[in-house]
């Protein structure tokens, strides 16, 4: 047995007007509930530090910049890095980051047990559009203001096990849990901010987008053999709702914990890396049973081509 | 609209001493169901003319051959075919295949409304077992009667729609889909014969083994916004029970159809293609959102590699 004991720190709302110091207080409360809880490792949302800012269209640069940590750890966040510290938690949780070069990406770091970074992702599949969408309810401008992640689905050993992390709109995508999955992954931690709403089909209701998370993920856990962690920031930000329904999952792809509201809420599970063994020794060995000859449009092909 | 009335015949078991015809009769009476419920295609199983062979070791080739056809339509199924056509509808079913070369597939044909072959798919990934294992319960020797399939993920233009085929084992990796997918897929059609028992884990239990079924065909449905109709060869084989479950799932990845028996029985659905187009123009659109750069592990590594 090789038991982790996971925190999923949902978040609720952030408001444009809030500042970091008391997001990051919010957060320390949360790993100090994690503590409590016996927690060995706690996950927090996408873009944790702030509001979900790609929802304004903003054509100064100056202000799209204030939303954009610039270092990591930083005077706002050292507070929560020395808190995991000193409760011996390693953590994860996802900020805006601009590089000295200039480079904007949309980010999540993981941490071990003495607040060290030991791994950085940045968000692959970035969801949305790059202008002003007159057609759409509200924007959705992640495209505009962020480039595409340049570090691929790296995988980490940490704490005995293998990990991962992936953003949001990445945990729709099977390729993102196969990458990790032909690494060996055993634990995929991810954060999200999902508007409550489709801007593009209003009618489509907040049941079927819960639905369509839990299938993303149960179904690249089950796939893969791999414990997937997925964390919300939740509620209503300046008027705009986000959904909740933060979970865990094992790796037969059955939901172990779930938040039930939309506001700051810890969830916990007993981790057991072990329980990947068996998938992926029998019904997904990839050694044994893929057929990658057949895979080839995969990665040739981007976009639909359909033969005539 | 497109809509194309569906039936997915699910049918009961085989015995070993159950004749071609005498199966052949009960497709037949299935495929009489569906015209009476306005059905334009119907769907069988996976190996639908006889019992699901592969549990059995059998050493004598000629023991084996005799589970297999060598031409279709033959003079078993040519009344299958004649009732389609008499009744205008399409069909799919699953059959073993000795080719003239004398090699041995798990295969699928899908006819046009004329009941002429449009389609030939042969079962990529094979489950299973290539030897007699003493470990398991009871034996799954896919490995050892067939080699995989030659054939790809084709798709092919039916009934005003962009249809493809797999089988069985097949529906649980989500790289099938994505190629088919990728061909701009909107209707996905298998069959399958899956144990009620995990023969390496007798704990795991039916309903688990249903979730997995499901959880494979509504993300596979969802993430490639396609149409995804899955029909069981199920109940009790000669001591050995088989699963049911058959289902419809739509683009959205709900089940808007499901078997409630392990016998034969038809479910139906009026399925709209233009359902889609949604999801394929939007949060789906693979052009826009796809990062192919970073998938490459996907087909340059078939088992899983590590880092250190």
Redesign the interface.
């Given at each position: 047995m090789r038991e982790i004991v996971i925190g999923g720190a949902q978040m609720g709302p952030i408001q444009k007007a809030d500042s970091r110091a008391a997001v990051v207080g919010r957060m320390i409360a949360l790993l100090d509930q994690a503590k409590d809880a016996g927690c060995d490792l706690v996950v927090f949302p996408e873009l944790a530090l702030t509001t979900f800012f790609p929802r304004w269209y903003m054509a100064d640069q100056a202000e799209v910049d204030r939303w954009f940590e610039t270092q990591m750890p930083n005077a706002d966040t050292q507070p929560l890095f020395d808190r995991a510290r000193a409760h011996d938690i390693a953590i994860s949780f996802g900020f805006a980051e601009k590089t000295p070069e200039g480079r904007y990406f949309n980010t999540s770091i993981l941490t071990d047990r003495t607040g060290n970074i030991v791994g950085k992702y940045r968000k692959?599949?970035?969801?949305g559009h790059s202008e002003f969408d007159t057609e759409r309810a509200f924007q959705h401008l992640e495209k505009r203001y962020f480039e595409?992640?340049d570090l691929?689905?790296?995988?980490w050993h940490n704490m005995d096990a293998?990990m991962g992390m992936c953003i949001c709109?990445d945990r729709?995508?099977?390729?993102v849990?196969?990458?990790m999955?032909?690494?060996?992954v055993e634990l995929i931690m991810l954060g999200y901010n999902t508007p409550s709403v489709n801007s593009?089909?209003g009618s489509e209701g907040l049941e079927?987008r819960l639905?369509?998370s839990d299938?993303?993920m149960?179904?690249g856990a089950?796939?893969n053999s791999a414990w997937v962690v997925g964390v919300a920031k939740a509620g209503d930000e300046d008027g705009h709702p986000l959904m909740g329904g933060s979970i865990i999952v094992d790796p037969?792809?059955?939901v172990v914990a779930r938040a039930q509201t939309e506001g700051d809420e810890l969830i916990t599970h007993a981790c057991d890396m072990d329980l990947c063994n068996?998938g992926?020794t029998?019904?997904?060995?990839?050694?044994?049973?893929?057929?990658?000859e057949?895979?080839?449009?995969?990665?040739?092909?981007?976009?639909?081509?359909?033969?005539d």
């Open positions: 692959v599949h970035l969801p595409p992640g691929g689905f790296p995988v293998v709109n729709r995508w099977p390729e849990y196969r990458v999955g032909l690494q060996g593009q089909m079927q639905y369509h299938l993303s149960t179904s089950y796939q037969n792809g059955f068996f992926k029998t019904i997904f060995d990839f050694a044994r049973h893929r057929r990658v057949h895979y080839t449009r995969i990665t040739s092909q981007t976009g639909v081509e359909v033969p």
